[in-house]
């Protein structure tokens, strides 16, 4: 058959069935939709490069991170969404604020966990989403020091044998816990930072406390996490100040 023949042949033209044309334009509708959600992602991250430029130095130095501020905005965000859509828009959020801090220069953030150490890698990766530049390291006193000098956060487990946490109230009593990772009422890891303090977040208070089971008289709730010769890492719903002798140590929303 030659090619004039060829091109003269008439061409079949298939109509779609009702069902292939509704899948049609519920595409485009999602195309439509994934324009204005890419417009909407840019002009966000413009706009939080700016705020990494605007923000108010804090007394000495701090890692750039506002707990406080990502629980608020989460907060209001999962109100608001639908409750079947809560855990998407939260671990959705996660990663916009993510990328957005990556704008002011990408989080660094150090994981020590000698058990379950791809657990724990896991949850870090979960809490500050793929923009965050995450290693694994093997001694907590390379993680607190990354996390002491104030250019990133580290995330340590507490589920090993290695009291590391006593350290929080010691040589490492610049730096505050702002999250409890895996699990809410029994985290397996701490994220520690040198916070600003009005930056922590409201919820319960972190506590390493000497002479065991202290429950600071307050009579609140409170929650062992960890024990070792007379120290007690815990949580507790009494409402205590950082720093002060009641050995609270930070906050986990």
Request: glycine share 10%; net charge negative; aromatic share 4%.
């Amino acid at each position: 058959m030659t090619a004039t023949l060829q091109k003269s042949l008439p061409v079949e033209v298939t109509e779609l069935t009702a069902e292939q044309q509704a899948l049609s334009a519920l595409r485009a509708e999602i195309d439509s939709i994934d324009d204005q959600i890419l417009e909407l992602f840019e002009r966000r991250l413009a706009i939080a490069a700016q705020v990494g430029k605007a923000k108010d130095a804090p007394t000495g130095p701090h890692t750039k991170l506002r707990p406080d501020r990502e629980q608020a905005v989460l907060s209001r965000l999962t109100e608001k969404a639908q409750p079947e859509n809560k855990q998407a828009v939260s671990a959705l959020w996660r990663e916009i604020v993510g990328w957005g801090l990556a704008r002011q220069g990408r989080l660094q953030v150090q994981v020590y966990a000698p058990v379950d150490g791809a657990r724990a890698m896991d949850a870090a990766r979960t809490r500050f989403g793929a923009a965050a530049d995450i290693r694994v390291v093997y001694s907590a006193e390379t993680a607190l020091k990354h996390a002491a000098e104030g250019n990133g956060v580290s995330v340590l487990a507490i589920n090993g044998d290695e009291p590391w946490w006593i350290g929080l109230r010691k040589e490492w009593s610049m730096l505050s816990v702002f999250e409890g990772l895996g699990g809410r009422d029994n985290p397996t890891a701490l994220a520690v930072g040198k916070i600003d303090p009005p930056a922590l977040p409201t919820g319960r208070r972190v506590t390493v406390t000497a002479g065991g089971d202290a429950d600071h008289g307050s009579g609140a709730r409170r929650w062992g996490l960890k024990t070792h010769h007379g120290w007690t890492l815990a949580l507790t719903e009494a409402e205590l100040t950082v720093g002060d002798d009641s050995g609270c140590i930070g906050a986990v929303i």
